[in-house]
């Protein structure tokens, strides 16, 4: 069973940077697609970022396209997520998970604070 740990988030001003750690215990994380996905206070989990095992296709949302960057680390089992230009519409817990189904148990997520 997979386990995914989310760390990174914190308490930023508006046009801040955080770098989201997501790593993954077991052997096969290399193979799958990963995504990084939030949920703010009220509203559904969305998908932020996607990549795919080779990092070769990467997908944003238009919400974060050009300021945040997906990337991987599969000798780590490392997924992250670099985020510039935080907006206060961007705070939310941020969890990683695989991409398909069925998903892995979620994490615990991090949590994202953009003040204004």
């Known amino acids: 069973q997979v386990q995914l740990v989310e760390s990174g988030g914190g308490l930023v001003q508006t046009g801040g940077s955080l770098r989201l750690i997501c790593t993954a215990s077991?052997?096969?994380?290399?193979?799958?697609?990963m995504g990084w996905f939030r949920q703010a206070p009220g509203k559904e989990r969305e998908l932020v970022a996607q990549i795919t095992w080779n990092s070769d296709i990467i997908y944003y949302a238009d919400s974060v396209k050009g300021r945040f960057t997906i990337s991987r680390d599969n000798a780590k089992n490392t997924v992250y997520l670099q985020m510039n230009s935080l907006k206060p519409e961007d705070t939310a817990v941020y969890y990683c998970?695989?991409?398909?189904?069925?998903?892995?148990?979620w994490g615990q997520g991090t949590q994202v604070t953009v003040s204004s």
């Open positions: 077991g052997r096969t994380f290399s193979s799958y697609a």
């Open positions: 998970n695989r991409r398909g189904y069925p998903t892995w148990p």
